[in-house]
């Protein structure tokens, strides 16, 4: 079993940043891939920024292009994913969740939508006011 905890979101104004930390701990030796995703109110889960284990290939959604930089790294069989989002707008405001997959793939894409991911934390929650 794999446990997965987010923790750093909070609010802070537009044009803002924040750091995101995720920890996912126990049996991870098969973990291929870890990701953010976040829910707005009203709307669905969507994949905001996805990485290998390895740290060599990435997914940005278009909307965090160039504003948010995803990074894992490991440490005695603990992964250690974060977030950086800098720039922040209020359509960035919801709750983010961190996520660990199993899946395998071709060559270097990296699974960006939830039904890829088999482990998720609680979520932390990021308002952005303008």
């Known amino acids: 079993q794999v446990q997965v905890v987010e923790s750093g979101g909070g609010s802070v104004q537009a044009g803002g940043s924040l750091r995101l930390s995720c920890a996912a701990s126990g049996y991870t030796s098969n973990i291929k891939f870890m990701g953010w995703f976040r829910q707005a109110p009203g709307k669905g889960r969507e994949g905001v920024a996805t990485i290998s284990t390895g740290g060599g290939n990435t997914y940005y959604a278009d909307s965090v292009k160039d504003r948010f930089t995803i990074s894992i790294s490991r440490d005695n069989a603990k992964n250690t994913l974060s977030l950086q989002m800098n720039s922040l707008k209020p359509e960035d405001t919801g709750m983010y969740y961190c996520?660990?997959?199993?899946?395998?793939?071709?060559?270097?894409?990296?699974?960006?939508?939830?039904?890829?991911?088999?482990?998720w934390g609680q979520g932390t929650q990021v308002t952005v006011s303008s």
């Open positions: 996520a660990a997959s199993t899946a395998t793939t071709s060559r270097s894409y990296v699974p960006r939508f939830e039904s890829s991911y088999k482990y």
